[in-house]
């Protein structure tokens, strides 16, 4: 992480599975741009379930003194998006100030594409304990609770040129996740870009609707074009007001 004073705000980037912090550079240097102090973690993904994966950023955040900043904000990469969520659903300190939350294309409710392969021993070698939590029919405690946070969540509309999730996936879908499949109950806003699941960081438009959401609780949707109706979960706020 780079110097900042006690006063900075910080945003924490989480990669997805079977990646490293590499992958969220692209979106790390637009975030970094715009003024904000960002922290891009590399965890072990392959190694651990959600419960401990999230454990361990938690640990990491504490060893930066990130829980100290005035306010933590969360931009995260497909399972990236479930590891914060466990972490942010679970035991983090009580003093932390969270802020807002942009996830990309996660597999919120699971993913057509981890049933077909999670049997499969090169996927479970691959992947590991947390590739099981993957499947459309797994369910922890995580998900029986709506996030006391604000939550936005960019899925990916753009399924070429996964030929797998093109077979099993409903569309509209990304080539991992199907849009519906990203959805949480009580989160802020939702919204759907053309964009591949493992590249959906790197698009120009998603950067700047993640800083958006950042600065104001909220995606910029275009008024010319038919908008996904918000979750109700009361008025955003801009705390820059």
């Known amino acids: 992480m780079e110097h900042r004073d006690r006063e900075t705000e910080i945003v ?22 715009a003024g904000y102090c960002t922290l891009n973690l590399d965890y072990p993904s392959r190694r651990h379930d959600l419960a401990g994966l999230a454990d361990i950023v938690g640990q990491q955040l504490a060893a930066a003194g990130a829980w100290d900043a005035p306010k933590l904000h969360f931009v995260t990469h497909s399972m990236g998006g479930l590891v914060a969520r466990q972490l942010l659903l679970g035991d983090r300190p009580t003093h932390a100030r969270i802020g807002r939350v942009v996830m990309l294309a996660p597999p919120s409710a699971g993913s057509e594409v ?19 939590q993957l499947t459309t029919s797994h369910r922890s405690g995580i998900w ?52 591949t699941h493992s590249f959906i960081m790197r698009a120009p438009e998603v950067q700047r609707q993640v800083l958006h959401f950042i600065r104001h609780g909220g995606f910029a949707h275009r008024v010319d074009s038919p908008a996904e109706p918000r979750a109700a979960t009361g008025p955003a706020t801009d705390p820059q007001q």
């Open 12 to 33: 924490v980037l989480l990669h997805g599975i079977a990646r490293t912090s590499r992958s969220m550079r692209p979106i790390k240097a637009a975030i970094r741009g």
């Open 114 to 132: 981890a049933d077909f392969l999670a049997p499969l021993p090169p996927y479970r070698w691959l992947y590991g304990p947390a590739g099981q």
């Open 144 to 195: 029986r609770t709506s996030p006391d946070f604000e939550l936005g969540i960019i899925a990916g509309a753009t399924g070429w040129p996964y030929l797998l999730g093109n077979l099993l996936l409903p569309r509209p879908h990304d080539g991992r996740v199907s849009v519906e499949r990203t959805r949480v109950d009580g989160m802020r806003d939702h919204l759907v870009v053309p964009a």
